[in-house]
């Protein structure tokens, strides 16, 4: 059961002026890179991820109702969570997110672009992290808005950013793009999957601006292949 993101601009809409950018920036904003294997396997990340040292206090649960079991384990240079995947279709209306296809659909994000538009979740890979709380404090681990994210699922790899934020207690959400590149059914109403999705967050990393996902995608297997040898 999918819940609602919440967003940190619903507090703070009335303070956000978009400003004007060259028009070149707006080009950034790409289609997401659907599929490839890139020289980090999915086998590599999972291996990389197999133990856990739990670094948050509590456990999150994948939905509204389940168990809390879900621990947010950490490296030095990385937090990651296994869990399932919800279909976040939040931002920008497009023609697959939007009130009509999304009952829970918010026009709003955690975080914008460079011109001050909310992320579209159609086009941009991004993941949604919990807003901090006791059970975890994602900015105490250097998360935060445009951190990137290597997201597995079977053998598949997804780099994405951070681009929403979600409820206190639950774990597991990412954008219509995300899920459509891990060959994820991406439909809010009845898509995503119920387990086997990897999310790793690498700590103080962040793309500027946030549309950016061909620098995500750099980024991310750079960090990738320091992850996986343990540097």
Not at 155 to 167: C, L, M
Not at 191 to 214: L, R, W
Request: glycine share 8%; with cysteine.
């Amino acid at each position: 059961m999918r819940v609602q993101s919440l967003t940190l601009a619903a507090a703070s809409a009335a303070l956000l002026t978009p400003t004007t950018v060259p028009a070149a920036a707006h080009r950034i904003e790409q289609e997401p890179v659907v599929w490839r294997e890139g020289a980090v396997t999915a086998a590599d990340l999972l291996a990389r991820a197999r133990d856990c040292t739990q670094v948050s206090r509590g456990r999150y649960r994948s939905d509204d109702g389940t168990p809390a079991d879900i621990p947010v384990c950490g490296t030095r240079d990385a937090v990651f969570w296994k869990a399932d995947m919800d279909i976040d279709c939040d931002g920008r209306p497009t023609a697959r997110c939007n009130r009509r296809t999304d009952p829970l659909f918010s026009d709003m994000t955690a975080y914008q672009q460079a011109d001050g538009r909310h992320l579209s979740a159609e086009r941009l890979p991004y993941i949604v992290v919990p807003m901090a709380s006791r059970i975890w404090n994602h900015r105490d681990h250097g998360v935060r808005g445009g951190s990137v994210a290597a997201v597995v699922y079977r053998d598949r790899v997804q780099y994405a950013v951070v681009g929403d934020v979600g409820p206190h207690d639950i774990i597991g959400e990412a954008s219509y793009a995300t899920a459509r590149g891990l060959g994820i059914q991406p439909d809010p109403r009845g898509g995503g999957t119920a387990s086997g999705v990897t999310y790793i967050v690498f700590k103080d990393s962040q793309v500027k601006p946030i549309e950016d996902h061909a620098a995500a995608v750099a980024t991310g297997e750079r960090l990738a292949r320091m992850f996986v040898r343990g540097k």
